[in-house]
């Protein structure tokens, strides 16, 4: 039955994931931790193994190699990585609620950024031959046409990407809940690129954290995690398929309101 | 597919009441994770080798500095 359970949760967190860019790790983790039952470390170490499952699909599938801007994301994973080793010695030195709440606090900051930028498109208007070196061209669904997007404010797209890292290890997520906002918001990286992007980089930054808690024999029923994947490999491809047919304002309403959620949880809630 | 394949095979034995199937049934359960965790590492070598045939240094650099970084992450934490 738990096995059952867990696989239902990873199809939810599978869905989610590739919609919106996540490793599905915030829905993951509190499914696991307090519906379960599952020591927080245990539900952390799952969590972590299928942000990877969640990262290898959108990486493998064509849709989301398409979308994925791979420059970007080689630029952005090794400070993700190092953020996600700096995590790793972190965790040794803070409480589990004080993790909690520095990943609830930025989740809201993040919710609030989105909300305010809801009709920004990063889009360049007109026939544009120079995007920068980290910049491309995606298809627009709303308007079907190849338009370009130039990237910007690359410091701060790595500062958060740092950030996104440590917190990787620290709340059993991939990050992409501070990756795609940032980047879509900040950067100048349309959401579907953003999500496609962040996805990418997941997959490296959760290895840190599951090598430690394997290490630290926080892994202790596998089966378990193979339930969790195989539900995240089933629910990958309808996030995916639903994401490439709503608008992206839709999506970027969405996200907000994950981190809304979100962010209650870890403040008040737990 | 190989991956799903066989954390769905070891996942079935693991659930199966015959003590040597559910034994080989997490082995092929933590096999199916370690190849999980691979394919991230066999992307960045991909990115790798891409960037270098292309003589894009920064790009081939930073994918060369992940897989350092992994490097250490791994063999440093498992080795303590």
């Known amino acids: 039955m738990d096995v059952l359970f867990v696989f239902l949760a990873g199809i939810a967190a599978g869905s989610s994931g590739a919609l919106l860019g996540l490793g599905g790790g915030i829905f993951l983790v509190p499914v696991l931790n307090i519906a379960m039952g599952l020591p927080l470390a245990q539900a952390v170490a799952i969590s972590l193994i299928t942000v990877i499952a969640t990262s290898n699909f959108v990486s493998l599938a064509s849709a989301g190699r398409r979308a994925s801007n791979v420059r970007l994301a080689m630029v952005l994973q090794v400070v993700s990585a190092v953020g996600a080793i700096a995590g790793t010695f972190i965790l040794a030195y803070i409480s589990a609620r004080v993790r909690e709440q520095v990943f609830g606090g930025t989740a809201l900051l993040v919710a609030a950024v989105m909300l305010s930028r809801i009709n920004q498109r990063n889009v360049l208007e007109g026939p544009v031959e120079d995007v920068g070196v980290l910049g491309g061209w995606i298809k627009d669904p709303d308007t079907d046409q190849l338009v370009a997007y130039r990237v910007r404010r690359v410091s701060l797209a790595l500062g958060v990407a740092g950030g996104a890292g440590v917190v990787s290890t620290l709340a059993g997520i991939g990050g992409g809940v501070l990756v795609v906002p940032a980047l879509n918001s900040w950067c100048g990286v349309p959401m579907r690129v953003a999500a496609a992007t962040s996805a990418v980089i997941l997959g490296v930054t959760a290895i840190p954290g599951i090598v430690v808690h394997f290490a630290d024999g926080h892994l202790t029923n596998p089966p378990l995690a193979a339930a969790a994947v195989l539900g995240v490999l089933v629910g990958s491809p309808t996030g995916f398929w639903v994401g490439s047919r709503v608008r992206v304002r839709s999506l970027k309403i969405l996200m907000a309101v994950v981190l809304l959620i979100v962010a209650a949880e870890y403040l008040f809630f737990r | ?80």
């Open chain 2, 1 to 80: 597919m190989a991956i799903s394949a066989t954390l769905a095979l070891g996942l079935v034995l693991s659930l199966l009441p015959s003590v040597p199937a559910a034994l080989v049934g997490i082995r092929l359960v933590w096999l199916g994770l370690a190849m999980l965790v691979a394919v991230p590492l066999i992307n960045v070598v991909d990115v790798l080798i891409i960037e270098w045939r292309l003589k894009e240094w920064p790009f081939a650099g930073a994918a060369l500095g992940v897989l350092l970084l992994m490097a250490y992450a791994i063999v440093g934490k498992l080795m303590r």
